[in-house]
């Protein structure tokens, strides 16, 4: 049974073994033009322990992050690295590539997805759950990869950043959450997800406004009758983005196979990265 960890609006939201081939020649005479088999299996072994040392002290080059760091932490990455400011970022799939806009001046959650990004966590990663009119998303992957990651990069939550001028329009980035024990909506620091949305009646606006203290400005409204979106959200997930390019393949994603719980019948991977 899959556990889903973050949930929106209260709905229930791989280390692949590299398998090394050696060639065979049916020739005799090809063993005596190279090195003993022996010999060139023990450098290869070398090689190979050289790299995965390497790779080791990459990821163990910062700590694992806490709820209790991780402001501090992402905070001081960020001014280490000020080329990634203002950079997209792509996702690849099956269908095609979404280009993403990071807002900057949300910077907690800006500097924490560039940095998993980074950190080479969503390549690959998954789309997990899939719900038509309403969102895609991903990034909390049960793959033991994925486990292992977040293992070694820290299991954390963030500070919510609510903006007013970002809201849940078609398109929108945001960070999935847990409802339960989180009275301050602390976000996800690995479980994105991209609204696809429909579009919304005055009446459905009024009755948010109503029941959740939320209150939209008229360009709001017009942008929520013109576009679509899920206004429902604003003021419990974190929009830190948007989509800019690739909504076709938005689309294409959102309507694919799923089972009960909304997770996609097939692997939906996905490679993200900063465009350069």
């Excluded at 190279?34 to 002290?57: C, L, N, Y």
């Excluded at 990071?102 to 980074?118: C, G, T």
């Excluded at 990869?145 to 398109?171: N, V």
Aim: hydrophobic residues 35%; charged residues 30%.
């Amino acid at each position: 049974m899959r556990i889903r960890q973050w949930r929106i609006w209260g709905a229930a939201l791989t280390f692949v073994p590299m398998l090394c081939t050696l060639g065979c020649s049916s020739s005799p005479e090809s063993v005596h033009e190279t090195e003993p088999t022996s010999v060139a299996a023990e450098e290869r072994e070398v090689r190979a322990d050289s790299a995965a040392v390497a790779a080791k002290a990459k990821i163990l080059a910062y700590p694992p992050i806490t709820d209790a760091t991780c402001s501090e932490f992402l905070a001081k990455w960020t001014s280490e690295h000020p080329e990634l400011l203002g950079k997209l970022i792509e996702v690849e799939t099956k269908f095609g590539t979404l280009t993403l806009e990071i807002f900057d001046d949300v910077p907690l959650h800006a500097a924490n997805f560039r940095y998993k990004v980074e950190r080479g966590y969503y390549a690959p990663s998954e789309f997990v759950r899939v719900v038509p009119e309403f969102v895609v998303q991903g990034g909390n992957s049960e793959d033991p990869r994925a486990q292992e990651m977040r293992w070694l990069i820290g299991k954390h939550t963030l500070p919510s950043e609510f903006r007013d001028q970002y809201r849940h329009f078609r398109g929108a980035l945001a960070m999935g959450r847990t409802y339960k024990g989180n009275p301050d909506k602390r976000s996800s620091s690995y479980d994105f997800y991209l609204v696809v949305g429909r579009k919304v009646s005055a009446v459905e606006l009024q009755q948010i406004e109503r029941e959740k203290g939320v209150t939209f400005s008229d360009a709001q409204r017009k942008r929520y009758y013109a576009e679509g979106g899920t206004p429902h959200l604003d003021k419990e997930h974190t929009v830190f983005g948007r989509l800019v390019k690739g909504f076709e393949v938005l689309d294409a994603l959102s309507q694919v196979d799923t089972d009960d719980s909304d997770w996609p019948l097939q692997r939906l991977e996905m490679r993200v990265s900063v465009v350069n």
